[in-house]
């Protein structure tokens, strides 16, 4: 099964897709900021275009996506914040929005909202089952990792890490931190922010319920 993840858009029509169909995705994963401040809904309506393709479309908000725009979202039937999907005995768990920020965007929530948005969402899943075998898709970066990076400070989300510390996805999915386009690791799991100007391209494996990965790289957009 194979991934791309984008992230950021803010409303930027997708002028290379071609080159991203190219790489055959099974599953398409925007991770957050999908629109600017709502301007720009179109970009929405070519993500949900691409299923026609046979492609997966799985979707979070970001803290620059207002109401708006996560309506659009949900019209369209890709919104997976604080949802589970499950393909190919994979589970893909969606938490939208960030950690507040300086500049009062409208899709923001405290540490405690957020650790607490994510206990809701797995409230039914056994943990031990949930632990090592499932994807975060999320738009806050963790703590203290090259994914939230600006200069010499960090500004990710200390919710996200300690979930990631507690549950152990095999993959953390995120953006949000423009500049801090990395692969990285809590532990074994591994993070990744693809940044505005890269693509995530990663296979996934499930075998006898482990989840491996395989060809995990970022690729420049343009």
């Known amino acids: ?33 999908i629109t600017h401040f709502g301007r720009d809904l179109k970009i929405i309506k070519q993500l949900k275009e691409l299923e026609e393709k046979n492609i997966k479309i799985m979707v979070i ?33 969606g938490l939208g929005g960030s950690n507040t920020t300086p500049f009062n965007t409208p899709n923001e929530y405290t540490e405690e909202e ?3 948005n994510f206990k809701e969402t797995v409230k039914n899943q056994n943990k031990e089952e949930l632990v090592n075998n499932f994807i975060l898709v999320c738009h806050a970066p963790p703590k203290n990792t090259m994914a939230d990076r600006v200069g010499n400070e960090n500004f990710g ?8 510390e507690e549950y ?24 990744v922010n693809p940044s505005q100007n890269c693509f995530l391209v990663c296979d996934i494996y499930n075998l006898k319920k482990e989840i ?11």
């Open 1 to 33: 099964m194979r991934i791309i993840s984008l992230t950021d858009l803010h409303g930027k029509p997708l002028k290379n897709i071609n080159r991203i169909i190219e790489y055959e995705p099974d599953i398409l994963i925007v991770s957050g900021d």
């Open 212 to 222: 491996l990965l395989k060809n995990m790289e970022l690729f420049d957009i343009l």
């Open 168 to 191: 152990r996805p095999i993959l953390t999915i995120c953006g949000h931190i423009h500049e801090s386009r990395c692969i990285d690791k809590i532990n074994d799991s591994y993070i």
């Open 157 to 164: 989300s200390s919710a996200i890490r300690k979930i990631i």
């Open 61 to 93: 908000p970001g803290n620059c996506d207002n109401n708006e725009a996560i309506e659009e979202l949900n019209k369209y039937n890709i919104n997976i914040d604080k949802k589970i999907i499950e393909i190919n005995k994979i589970k893909f768990i």
């Open 114 to 116: 957020l650790y607490n």
